[in-house]
């Protein structure tokens, strides 16, 4: 055991963890002592980790088995061709209809006979309320795609793909070209297609009114190739409408009116609706690539189910809260979570915590292995596809990564070739020597855990947990 400990002691005094600090625990299931622990109750910032406890809180509350619906209501002509009026969209807080299967959806709706619709198309998001943005917001300030809002009615994680192509002639404007386009994004401003010098471009996308204005900047050079990148959209219902109501046309269901938000009339007949995957294989997707959207999207609705609509992160935080001191024993007071993704400097928990919620899981039938296969493999797929590839820890590793400006985490499960299991939970804060000298020690860290097994160690010794604090 000294030897086993010793060699991870050797890890945690790397040089690139000089004047960080490291919270580090590796267990045996189902034993009250650690094989090693390393300030194992220091709350830190999980970064993504906290995904671990989000999707936890979703599968116990909701049911592997849950699906999202997304409904169509309105008023139909007594020869059922038309809607008359408005037709009605509304949402309850699916994270994954992407604009393939919001097609589908007008595709039921044409099945039903309809051809026309006298009204507008009008999104309804009432089953969420309070802030759309995950708290911290205020720490960036930019429009990139992982900080897309939260919203009950939302299409394609609430972000647009923006494809950048320079200009056959010099001097002219590049083609920029949205995707989904819709009358509510508008595009200003320009980038100029160039010939010397690098590229150097901004987008960046602002509200104006109940429309997203994507505001172009900077000069493309004629040879570079074509870009795509991402950015987030505001008001996610009234973008949601805007993508239906052009789905609709396109599909042979003429929309005479406009788009726009509004609420759901409760005598309005059901006419069609669409269901979500299971919500373990949604999970799955929130964990393996860790998916800020989705997370916001399961808290909320987790709120609803449990408080009452319309959902909200309020009531997503107390439902975790009640789900934690219910399972794990964990008083509010021990930890912080402000949010569901990890993104910002706003939650805490110790990697002592991050265990309990792995035994729990690990320990719990009807939700063990959906947990388990939701996170990434080493490998594999998802965040550590790339990680941990040599064939001592190829697959072997099944965790949960995280990653800020200040903080990088690795949690899950570790198997060894005769398949014993490991839960381990490593935490860095404030790391000064950059990110990948954590990444480097994460994966030997992984690659020992693999490599090695328990069956022949003494039993495990407390560690007290000494300060990973270096001078």
């Known amino acids: 055991m000294t030897d086993y400990q010793d060699h991870i002691r ?38 993504s980790t906290i995904k671990l406890f989000t999707t936890a809180l979703a599968l116990d509350t909701l049911g592997p088995d849950y699906r999202f619906i997304t409904e169509v209501r309105g008023k139909l002509s007594a020869d059922g061709l038309r809607i008359e009026g408005d037709l009605f ?20 709706l ?32 930019s429009s990139k795609a992982y900080m897309a809002p939260a919203g009950a009615l939302s299409v394609g994680f609430n972000a647009v793909k923006i494809h950048v192509r320079p200009n056959r002639k010099v001097g002219e404007p590049a083609t920029v070209y949205l995707q989904p386009s819709t ?48 950015r987030r959209i505001t008001n996610p219902a009234v973008h949601a409408a805007a993508i239906f109501r052009d789905l ?12 726009r ?20 294989d949604l999970v799955s997707k929130v964990n ?47 930890y912080t979570v402000n949010n569901a993704s990890g993104l910002h400097d706003v939650n805490r928990v110790s990697p002592a915590q991050v265990i309990k919620l792995l035994e729990h899981f690990n320990n719990a039938p009807r939700l063990r292995i959906e947990y388990l296969n939701s996170l990434a493999v080493s490998g594999g797929t998802g965040t550590l596809d790339d990680r941990m590839t040599e064939e001592r820890s190829h697959g072997l590793i099944r965790a949960k990564t995280g990653t800020l400006a200040i903080a990088s985490a690795l949690s899950g499960y570790a198997f060894n070739p005769q398949g014993e299991m490991l839960l381990f939970s490593i935490i860095t804060n404030h790391y000064k020597h950059g990110i990948q000298a954590v990444l480097n020690m994460q994966n030997q860290l992984g690659e020992f855990l693999t490599s090695r097994s328990i069956r022949t160690l003494p039993p495990p010794i407390a560690a007290n947990g000494e300060s990973s604090k270096e001078d």
């Open 10 to 47: 050797q890890l945690l005094k790397a040089p690139g963890l000089a004047g960080s600090t490291t919270g580090l625990i590796i267990k045996r299931p189902g034993e009250v002592e650690n094989l090693f622990a390393h300030n194992p109750d220091l709350p830190l910032v999980p970064a």
């Open 89 to 108: 969209i509304k949402g309850y807080g699916d994270p994954w209809l992407v604009p393939e299967r919001l097609w589908m959806l007008g595709q039921n």
């Open 110 to 141: 044409k099945a039903t006979g309809v051809r026309e619709i006298t009204g507008d198309i009008v999104a309804d998001p009432s089953f969420f309320a309070g802030p759309q943005n995950a708290s911290g917001i205020e720490q960036d300030t």
């Open 183 to 230: 009358p509510k994004l508008l595009i200003e401003g320009s980038i100029k297609t160039v010939t010397k010098g690098r590229s150097s471009y901004s987008i960046e996308i602002h509200p104006r009114g109940d429309a997203n204005v994507v505001t172009l900047s900077g000069v493309i050079r004629a040879d570079q190739k074509p870009h795509q990148l991402w």
């Open 248 to 259: 609709l046309n396109e599909t042979g269901v003429k929309v005479i009116g406009t788009s």
């Open 261 to 280: 938000k509004g609420v759901t009339p409760d005598e309005l007949p059901l006419l069609t609706h669409i269901e979500s995957p299971r919500l373990a």
């Open 288 to 334: 393996k690539f860790s998916n800020n959207f989705m997370a916001s999207q399961l808290y909320r609705t987790v709120g609803a189910h449990v408080y009452g609509a319309p959902g909200s992160s309020t009531k997503g935080q107390k439902a975790l809260q009640r789900f934690l001191k219910s399972h794990l024993d964990l008083s509010p007071e021990s």
